[in-house]
Nanobody
């Protein structure tokens, strides 16, 4: 059974940091790009960051560069999203998703999704 399980969300003050984890199982992790998407209340889902099989990272929102980073640990089948200098507008449900090899900013191109984890940034 394929599973992507996000964890690490919660309530944080503006300017704070959070690290999200995405633990994968049931598929060949090394062959999959892993992306983070987010969806704020009343807004469409948007791409955040993706890490490819060769550890290259792709940002899907210019405002996140310098604040968010992504990494993967293939030995643990886990991808991490480190979020620093958080702002209230970062409040959203964060989802991780997987697709073969290459990153994409389009959620419809991902095969597997997690259930999401809520991140709330208070001002």
């Amino acid at each position: 059974e394929v599973q992507l399980v996000e964890s690490g969300g919660g309530l944080v003050q503006a300017g704070g940091s959070v690290r999200l984890s995405c633990a994968a199982s049931g598929f060949k992790f090394d062959d999959h790009a892993i992306a983070w998407f987010r969806q704020a209340p009343g807004k469409e889902r948007e791409g955040v960051l993706c890490i490819s099989t060769s550890d290259g990272s792709t940002y899907y929102a210019d405002s996140l560069q310098g604040r968010f980073t992504i990494s993967r640990d293939n030995a643990k089948n886990t991808v991490y999203l480190q979020m620093n200098s958080l702002k209230p507008e970062d409040t959203a449900v964060y989802y991780c998703a997987a697709r073969n090899y290459y990153c994409s900013g389009y959620g419809g191109q991902y095969d597997y999704w997690g259930q999401g984890t809520q991140v709330t940034v208070s001002s």
